[in-house]
């Protein structure tokens, strides 16, 4: 083998060499993908990261996730809210950061939605293999009810979504599969420039 041929086979064997590697590599798609979602309202800025499942032919609410068992709104991680300044969500005023967002399923009645501020993930509340309600309930920074709706069309994925239409309050949105509801967040805009009058 002449030195031309063997530099050209030495190339394509490392050329060769890298394509297993990258094929080695590669993974296949997460079943649920992260994904993210935020808008600034008002002088806040709200974030929300989860994981997205997919109905996959499932019945999702009363089988999947069961009715009357805490749920952490999501797959894989923690889906966590993050708010950039002090908010107020159903009456309670909340400071800035991170809060695990749990939601709690009913078969009738209003929906029960949770912040944990200490971002746990619902797994952390398991005893006995099964969720310690009442663990949730002592550590939520707020826990309300929202009253769920179909929507005009089922969702394959699940998803949040923000809207504001005043910048001063934005609207939470979930939807997956054929439930969806929304809560509102009050950014205190009012009371942040009424804040800042006093500063000068």
Not at 110 to 128: C, G, I, Q, R, S
Request: with cysteine.
């Amino acid at each position: 083998m002449n030195n031309k041929s063997y530099c050209l086979a030495m190339i394509l064997f490392i050329c060769l060499a890298f394509t297993t590697q990258s094929f080695a590599q590669l993974q296949a798609p997460a079943p649920s993908p992260a994904a993210h979602v935020s808008q600034v309202v008002g002088f806040t800025k709200i974030s929300i990261d989860y994981s997205s499942p997919a109905v996959k032919g499932r019945k999702v609410f009363g089988d999947l996730e069961k009715f009357g068992v805490t749920w952490r709104a999501g797959a894989n991680n923690p889906t966590i809210i993050e708010f950039s300044t002090p908010v107020s969500v159903a009456g309670k005023n909340l400071n800035a950061g991170k809060y695990s967002l749990f939601i709690t399923p009913m078969e009738s009645g209003e929906w029960t939605v949770h912040l944990n501020p200490k971002a746990n993930a619902v797994f952390a509340y398991m005893k006995d293999g099964k969720i310690d309600e009442a663990a949730v309930a002592a550590d939520d920074a707020v826990a309300f009810k929202v009253k769920t709706m179909t929507p005009p069309m089922p969702h394959e994925r699940m998803m949040f979504m923000i809207s504001a239409e005043d910048n001063k309050v934005a609207s939470i949105h979930f939807v997956w599969d054929q439930t969806m509801f929304a809560f509102p967040v009050d950014t205190q805009v009012d009371q942040k420039i009424e804040g800042f009058k006093g500063v000068f």
